[in-house]
């Protein structure tokens, strides 16, 4: 059985079925990229795992225990799966410590003291300990999703969602974003992430899905899909991807 | 030809048939005329713009512009200043004509220097105070409930949503005189529970409550759905609980908004507890009409709005001094 289990699962807004019957299994410790065109749903499958939108058929599992649909605790589910946004959304009327420390408090009841402490040791090991005390608008980009990921770690969950992490940054800011990730993986966090990086994708996912129409249209280890794709429409997505340059 | 002033013809090279535009030199000649409307600085602003014509004619051309530009700002000054001048030269005109009559009926130096009038009005505005102090502090929660109510999501809920819309929609259309007269007078008459043993003054604070509760709520509940989703969105993800999202993330953040339009509305609040005096509480009002009925004039309503002023104009300053600052921070972001 796997950690994460997603087994026939269908979503949609009004007309558009953007789910059509996804089916995925994610190991412990798996690092897992989703590819795509935009609008493939890859946003709408993160946003379903940790319950910010509900489905309307099949489940999805974690660690065995159904996590999707009537009756389940959202607030806990949450506090096992961290999602990380695009556009950051850190707090604005709250600084970088308060941000981190916010949930650790309210939700694990850990005193403010100690929810501080391991704050300002995650802070330490990206090497922003120094702007602890300032709001979010005077950092950088790059800063401030660095920041979102470790208040996402603050709680540390089981599982953590990445939605296109770097794509509001500047490129000279993926990288210091994508460090943490490659860390994160290396440390052994189970990480399923929508990723148009496909080079990065390629370096530090185990297994990648390529999303179309609502389905995994196919899936397989980075050498199978970026090397040598089965399906004619992977080839075609990623034909196009290296014609713009970006693998 | 400009609205703003005449460029001077003679400068334009009409080689091959062709205006120049650029490089012209800007007299501000009509600007000018017309500010003599107001002699002390419109003759100034008539020999600056008269003195850039004449450097045209001999081609100084950077003098001509410095003069123009003299022209131009001594024109603007008396727009400005003539207009303050000519204002209050009409207002003090009024307060003269009908031989003192207006004078005689608002500013009576019988009633404006008789310190008893003054004791006697204190002690009215006192209670104004006290209602607005008190239905202020019962406003800022009371909103905020309603507000959260009516944003409650899900149909379970849809009744008590229902509920605080009715509610708001209801005291928002009543004129707040009419409140204060069905409650101040009508709950003591129907003997109604709880509220019969309340004194004229509470009866009072309720009344403004309510009213201004509907309008307040409506402005928190714009704060509220200001804050992006997004943000609401960051915060369950996390794990906190809707209403641990609304405490630590959503209304704190629309508070910093809502500010100065609920100070706006608290202006309107303490202006209206003027109102209360229909339901015979001695208030600045009514000890104000009484004091009048003696001395046979309107000057303790004159001193009665000197009161009021005194409170609404540092609050009213402060909510310039407010939204200036918040602009201040917003451009800087
Ligand atoms: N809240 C919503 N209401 C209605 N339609 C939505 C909503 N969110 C997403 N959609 C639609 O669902 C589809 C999938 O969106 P999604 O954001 O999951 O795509 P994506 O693969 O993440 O794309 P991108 O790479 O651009 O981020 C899109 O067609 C989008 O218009
Ligand atoms: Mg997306």
Known sequence: MAFLEIDEVHKHYGQTQVLNGIELEVELHQVVALIGASGSGKSTLLRCINALETIDQGVIRLDGDRVSGPGIDVDSLRCDVGIVFQSFNLFPHMTVVENITLAPRKVLGIGRRDADDKAMRLLQRIGLDTKAKEYPDRLSGGQQQRVAIVRALAMEPRLMLLDEITSALDPALVGEVLTIVRELAVEGMTIMMATHEMSFAKEVADKVCFLHAGVIYEEGTPEEIFSNPRRELTQTFLQRIIEAGRL | ?333
């Open chain 2, 1 to 333: 030809m400009s609205d703003v002033g005449d460029a001077s013809e003679l400068l334009l090279v009409r080689s091959a048939g062709n205006r120049r535009r650029a490089g012209r030199v800007l007299t501000y000649r009509t600007a000018a005329v017309t500010s003599l409307l107001f002699p002390p600085t419109g003759i100034p602003a008539l020999l600056h713009s008269l003195r850039a014509s004449s450097l045209v004619r001999k081609q100084e051309l950077e003098q001509a512009r410095l003069a123009g530009q003299r022209a131009r700002d001594w024109a603007w000054i008396s727009v400005g200043v003539g207009l303050s001048v000519y204002t209050v030269a009409f207002l003090v005109w009024l307060v003269q004509a009908n031989s003192g009559g207006v004078r005689k009926a608002f500013f009576s130096s019988k009633l404006l220097w008789s310190g008893d009038t003054w004791h006697s009005l204190l002690k009215g505005f006192w209670i104004n105070v006290q209602v607005f102090a008190y239905a202020e502090t019962i406003v800022l929660v009371w909103a905020l409930l309603v507000a959260v109510v009516r944003l409650l999501p899900g149909r379970a809920c849809a009744p008590v949503r229902w509920l605080a819309t009715a509610y708001v929609d209801v005291f928002r259309g009543i004129p707040s005189l009419l409140v204060i007269l069905l409650i101040g007078l009508g709950l003591p008459q129907a003997r109604v529970p709880i509220v019969r043993d309340f004194s004229d003054i509470q009866m009072c604070v309720l009344a403004l409550s309510l009213t201004y509760g509907a309008y307040v709520s409506e402005v928190y509940r714009a704060g509220i759905e200001s804050v992006h989703w997004s943000q609401a969105a960051a915060a369950r993800s996390l794990g906190l609980s809707y209403f641990q999202t609304l405490r630590h993330v959503v209304v704190p953040q629309a508070l910093r908004r809502i500010g100065p339009p609920v100070l706006n509305d608290f202006i309107g609040l303490q202006k209206d507890t003027a109102l209360i005096s229909v339901i015979g509480v001695l208030d600045v009002l009514n000890r104000a009409r009484f004091a009048n009925n003696a001395a046979g004039s309107l000057t303790a309503y004159s001193m009665a709005a000197l009161l009021f002023l005194a409170v609404t104009i540092p609050f009213t300053r402060y909510l310039d001094y407010i939204l200036r600052r918040q602009k201040r921070l917003l451009a800087g972001q």
